[in-house]
């Protein structure tokens, strides 16, 4: 079993920057990759980054590319999001998930076993 508990959500003016967290706990060293994903209302949840645990590889949406940037603290099973130039469209719940299994599609959320229980960003234009 893997935790996750996402944090630094709240609201934001576009053109603004926020940094959310996710603090994962329990058999952390099983998992392959960590992904964050994002749901507005009315919307299908989807991907907005991830990155392998051992490699450090990182995967971006093209909606958010050279804007976010997803990193990981392998030593405190952290990860986080920074979020920068944000757009309204980017207001959405954020939720961080973690990968047991190997060989999946870092991009599906389907993919991951383990998910948080979300965070809220809300950019005002």
């Known amino acids: 079993q893997v935790q996750l508990v996402e944090s630094g959500g709240g609201l934001v003016q576009a053109g603004g920057s926020q940094r959310l967290s996710c603090e994962a706990s329990g058999r952390t060293g099983s998992t392959y990759a960590m992904g964050w994903f994002r749901q507005a209302p009315g919307k299908e949840r989807e991907f907005v980054a991830a990155?392998?645990?051992?490699?450090?590889?990182?995967y971006y949406a093209d909606s958010v590319k050279g804007r976010f940037t997803i990193s990981r603290d392998n030593a405190k099973n952290t990860m986080y999001l920074q979020m920068n130039s944000l757009k309204p469209e980017d207001t959405a719940d954020y939720y961080c998930a973690a990968r047991i299994v190997p060989n999946k599609d870092n991009r599906k959320a389907s993919s991951y076993d383990y998910w948080g229980q979300g965070t809220q960003v809300s950019v005002s234009s």
């Open positions: 990155i392998s645990r051992s490699t450090g590889i990182t």
